[in-house]
């Protein structure tokens, strides 16, 4: 029978003399490719190494051609291999976009929707987001993870996750090749002592505090404020660095230093001690997937529904005392 041009029948037998490889095989080669050894394969897909193992072995005897070359504790991908590392992703999203279009024929009367997202809105958003779902949608099972915004996308990219809720300052460009559905602006806020209340007259901000000791986020929170604190003219010292939004609000109230919180954090959590300030910045709350259209049922409904409740979240402001 003939192969159409272009298609993943003609990857499988054209290219590849025929064979038609197993998926599993596929999706571990990808993974070597990806983490550019066998051993962060492993980890990255919960196998053991000597399955990974074996699985490159039995791939690299259908392809008849050595697809992988060791090199120090990694490996380098030959040529061949490098060419079948871009065909695996390509013939695993196509089978992932299958797998979602029969998912949408079955409705919401069963399925699971996978949805990994950052501390602070899976502390706030998420949770009333998931109950409101499950009211209407009582078949299908939400299953939420905690995750910064870096794992939460390649995650979503490795077909891991259906969708996820991650974050972007807004002088951020939106992630590369994900279709994003904008949620809320999420204010960030100056958090110090109340202690330096007396200090200065009016609110707080942030050039007042350049000459103290400052406490950062996660990598990108710290470049975020690096770039605010430029704007005002300075460099500020960084002291402490910890994702831990109830630690940050806890080395603030003792004195340790100062720092900014988004209002989600802060929703999440109100440390004793503290005034706090909002500092015109804001940080954008999205919803990501991956892969062309249609989304499966219950994720198109799950994303509807926390579009929903972000516009509708209520609740206590931060206390800017």
């Known amino acids: 029978m003939p192969v159409p041009s272009g298609s993943i029948g003609e990857v499988y037998s054209a290219r590849y003399r025929g064979h038609v490889f197993d998926e599993t095989r596929l999706r571990v080669f990808a993974a070597i490719a990806r983490e550019g050894s066998v051993t962060g394969a492993a980890a990255a897909l919960h196998y053991a190494q000597p399955s990974v193992s074996h699985h490159l072995a039995r791939l690299e005897a259908e392809a008849g051609v050595a697809l992988v070359r060791r090199s120090g504790r990694g490996i380098r991908l030959t040529d061949a291999g490098a060419a079948l590392a871009v065909r695996a992703e390509e013939i695993l999203g196509r089978i992932d976009q299958a797998r979602a279009e029969l998912a949408a024929h079955a409705g919401l009367t069963r399925g699971r929707v996978r949805l990994p997202a950052f501390p602070s809105a899976l502390a706030v958003l998420v949770p009333r987001a998931a109950a409101r779902f499950a009211e209407r949608h009582p078949g299908v099972e939400a299953a939420l993870v905690e995750a910064e915004p870096p794992e939460a996308l390649a995650a979503v990219r490795r077909g891991e996750a259906d969708a996820a809720v991650v974050f972007r300052h807004e002088d951020e460009p939106p992630p590369e090749g994900f279709h994003t559905v904008r949620l809320m602006e999420d204010p960030v806020h100056l958090v110090v002592p109340e202690a330096a209340r007396g200090r200065r007259r009016g609110p707080p901000r942030l050039r007042d505090f350049a000459d103290g000791r400052w406490i950062t986020g996660c990598e990108r929170c710290r470049a975020q404020l690096l770039r605010a604190c430029a704007a005002e003219g ?24 100062v720092s900014t919180l988004p209002e989600l954090a802060l929703r999440a959590h109100r440390g004793d001690g503290l005034r706090t300030e909002p500092t015109g910045a804001v940080r954008l709350v999205e919803a990501v997937t991956f892969g062309a259209p249609p989304l499966p049922a219950p994720v198109e409904a799950f994303l509807e529904v926390l579009a ?8 206590p402001a931060p206390d800017q005392r």
């Open 234 to 257: 300075f460099e500020p010292e960084v002291a402490y660095a910890t994702d831990d939004y109830v630690a940050v609000q806890a080395l603030v109230a003792a004195g340790l230093g």
């Open 308 to 315: 929903e409740t972000a516009r509708t979240l209520d609740g």
